[in-house]
């Protein structure tokens, strides 16, 4: 099955991995018609690339490149083991996205940039392979830890549920939400529910109601942040950045729902999350406008009706503007420490966009905000 994106250091066969007599396993290098290694429990196999032709130093010897391969082959049964604490892992694996994990001395994009990972899409829609680096697994002392290692290759299937799902998209997307199966809470509902319950509504919600990217695309093609950053960087794909920005807002939400602070200090960005208020939270490129978030919420000749049984909503969109800096009189304003909105940590934009629900989701008028927004909104 050959990649529509590919990556600088993949050998001509890919190398199956068997289990060693012994008991424990043992890396077996062969031609790509073997059939990899199974991880019990999961659909997709895991193959392994020593790299015939890769950089100096980035050659893995038999002793590394089995470390690596038992390192990721127990994190992935760790994570099978414990998939309700990881949604985009549970997400991936109940929908069949991965197609396979290849580990590789060293991982490029193809512009020759390094990567611990690179999640690359397939000819066969809705399915990509996870491209994993042997050597930053063991730069980042990753091999052999797999406590370590978990939440950070557990973090990679945001990308693997994102690239699986979209496909190189510009311009203005028709949104399809399936207004009638989102899974609405009303509001006492949701303070009752533990933490877990929360984040999986949260995760219904995203595939059937919650959009995570703005209707117009105005990211892509645009440079992006580094958290902590103010320095640009140039993305590797056209869609890179609203891809990358896809992946922090959802990761941010995550945090409002299921932790206790948001709950106690700003309630309503945590039902307003989960009852069908809102329906968008997307970073956006305005460069004309100079707020740095906007809540915009549709007129009432627009409502819509959610759920079941149905309710009537008139659905609002938190709008992040990439660039923009917080104002004194914002009341996220501490909390950003003057970085640009694309700069933010996602624990940072979790305060950002929990304040900006909490104190404008009501007092911001919901008339005139969309036909300003037209009036600036990018070519």
């Not at 899409?121 to 978990?150: C, H, N, Q």
């Not at 990308?159 to 311009?171: D, I, Q, R």
């Not at 949104?175 to 899974?183: E, G, H, I, K």
């Not at 309503?268 to 707020?291: H, K, M, P, Y």
Request: hydrophobic content about 40%.
């Amino acid at each position: 099955m050959p990649l529509v994106v590919g990556a600088i250091g993949i050998s001509c066969g890919a190398h199956a991995a068997q289990e060693h007599p012994s008991g424990g396993a043992r890396v077996e290098f062969r031609h790509s018609s073997e059939i990899g290694h199974q991880i019990p429990g999961l659909s997709f196999r895991v193959f392994v690339d020593r790299g015939t032709e890769v950089p100096v130093g980035e050659g893995l010897d038999e002793t590394e490149a089995n470390a690596a391969f038992q390192t990721v082959r127990d994190t992935f049964s760790y994570l099978n083991q414990h998939r309700q604490n990881y949604p985009r892992f549970d997400e991936a694996v109940r929908k069949g996205l991965l197609d396979r994990v290849i580990i590789q001395p060293g991982v490029r994009n193809h512009e020759g940039k390094s990567f611990p990972f690179l999640t690359v899409r397939t000819m066969d829609p809705g399915r990509v392979r996870l491209l994993i680096s042997a050597s930053s697994m063991k730069e980042k002392g990753y091999l052999g830890r797999v406590d370590r290692f978990a939440p950070v290759l557990a973090r990679e299937f945001q990308w693997v549920v994102s690239k699986a799902e979209t496909g190189h998209k510009t311009g203005t997307i028709s949104v399809q939400r399936d207004l009638r199966n989102a899974p609405i809470k009303v509001g006492k509902d949701i303070r009752s529910l533990l933490s877990e319950e929360r984040v999986q509504i949260l995760q219904q919600l995203f595939e059937t109601y919650l959009w995570t990217i703005d209707d117009l695309r105005s990211l892509d093609g645009q440079s992006y942040y580094e958290a902590g950053s103010t320095v640009l960087v140039t993305p590797s794909q056209p869609d890179s950045t609203t891809k990358f920005y896809d992946i922090r807002v959802r990761e941010a939400l995550q945090k409002i729902v299921t932790e206790p602070v948001f709950l106690e200090h700003t309630p309503l960005a945590v039902t307003s999350l989960l009852n069908g208020a809102i329906w968008n939270v997307a970073f956006v490129n305005i460069e004309q406008r100079d707020w740095a978030t906007r809540t915009r919420v549709l007129p009432e000749d627009k409502t819509v009706m959610v759920g079941h049984p149905a309710r009537l909503i008139q659905p609002a969109a938190i709008l992040i503007n990439l660039h923009r800096i917080a104002a004194p009189d914002d009341p996220f304003y501490t909390d950003t420490k003057k970085l640009p909105m694309g700069a933010l940590s996602a624990d940072q934009l979790a305060l950002v966009i929990a304040k900006e629900i909490q104190h404008n989701i009501v007092e911001k008028s919901q008339t005139g905000h969309v036909a300003q927004d037209a009036l600036s909104a990018p070519e």
